[in-house]
């Protein structure tokens, strides 16, 4: 069994990666910020957790950030709401763990210096032991 955090990880990029309307929006997902690739693409990035076990099983809270980084015009945020829809069916198995509650606790959407953008989406998830 990985760590809650490696499988919630591994659980988005897979449920990202299979999303066929997300596909046709953005150029890749990624786990992490990838050294090079065209804007727009979603990278995968830190999964903080921390303690939610109960009397008789483990479990983990785990805080995982997901960033769509694009380019030009930014006021179309169907890539943006792609992502978060396919975030809400996170629940379920994830490699020894079952997440049991998903729930969007933060977006923040900033401008980069060289004319793109960056839509954070920060997910909490709430996993048990299997």
Do not use: N
Request: charged share 25%.
């Amino acid at each position: 069994m990985t760590s809650a955090e490696g499988a919630v990880r591994a659980r988005a990029i897979d449920l990202l990666a299979r999303d066929d309307a997300l596909a046709l929006m953005v150029h890749g997902i990624f786990d992490g910020t990838p050294p090079r690739a065209s804007a727009p693409y979603v990278a995968v990035g830190t999964a903080d957790g921390v303690d939610w076990g109960t009397k008789d099983r483990a479990g983990r809270e785990v805080r995982l950030t997901l960033t769509l980084v694009g380019v030009g015009s930014a006021i179309d945020d169907r890539a943006a709401a792609r992502v978060e829809a396919v975030v809400a069916t996170l629940r379920g198995a994830a490699d020894g763990w079952a997440v049991v509650g998903v729930r969007t606790i933060r977006t923040r959407f900033t401008f980069a210096r060289d004319g793109g953008w960056r839509h954070e989406v920060v997910v909490r998830c709430r996993c048990l032991a299997q």
